[in-house]
């Protein structure tokens, strides 16, 4: 089965600079795709970021980029220039191409320091 | 359609009980999936449709668990003779199915506590 790991129960960054998030994950396939969710509190999930595993080139939406090394099974989220609003947990996620159903990890909670 | 909704919000029930959750996707939205997530963990994929068919169900946590999704519209999730280890949130989300990759928006879920 496959399994995705996040290392870091809680991070907290100083506003206005970066954070780097990670996330490995263990799979056999090659048709996969990776995401990371963020989740505010009291709110529900919504999708920071996509990575096609068949892509070599990062995914990157505006402050939020990704580091995916796929033979290390590697997939860590940049966040640059952070903000009071990016304070809330954050899931990375995986799925396999032609199945359904997210697999999440334990997730990271993101504090940010004014 | 302002997104995924899923009623009630919270739901406090004795042990023992049946409850049974509601979620409406987006309307253009034929996939719809339930989650399960508790205190400190990430959300569990339990179950999806694809319109009203039921394509994957062997993720449900016990014979106790069903979802049913009869017009392809809105969907149920039961739970019967609730066990206090199923005090959980329970969301909803849902999908496109012709985008492979597409994101499944998520509902912000019916929080179960069983007493």
């Known amino acids: 089965a496959q399994t995705v790991t996040q290392s870091q129960p809680e991070m907290s960054v100083q506003e206005a600079e970066t954070v780097t998030l990670s996330c490995t994950y263990d799979t056999s396939e090659s048709d996969y795709y990776l995401f990371w969710y963020k989740q505010p509190p009291s709110r529900q999930m919504i999708l920071v970021i996509r990575q096609e595993a068949y892509k070599q080139q990062n995914a990157t939406e505006n402050r939020f980029s990704v580091n995916f090394q796929k033979a290390a099974k590697s997939f860590s989220l940049k966040i640059s220039d952070s903000q009071l609003g990016d304070a809330a947990m954050y899931f990375c996620a995986y799925k396999e191409g032609g199945a359904d159903g997210l697999t999440f990890g334990k997730g990271t909670h993101l504090i940010i320091q004014p | 359609d302002t997104g995924v909704s899923q009623d009630p919000r919270h739901k406090i029930t004795k042990r023992g009980q049946n409850v049974t959750f509601r979620c409406d996707p987006i309307s253009e939205h034929n996939r719809l999936y339930w989650y399960r997530q508790t205190l400190g963990q990430g959300p569990e994929f339990l179950t999806y449709f694809q319109n009203e068919a039921q394509l994957e169900k062997s993720r449900l946590l016990s014979d106790r668990f069903s979802a049913e999704r009869p017009k392809g519209s809105f969907s149920t999730l039961e739970i019967q003779r609730t066990e206090q280890g199923d005090s959980a949130m329970y969301l909803c989300?849902?999908?496109?199915?012709?985008?492979?990759?597409?994101?499944?928006?998520f509902g912000q879920g019916t929080r179960l506590t069983v007493v």
């Open positions: 989300a849902s999908s496109h199915h012709y985008r492979e990759n597409t994101e499944a928006f």
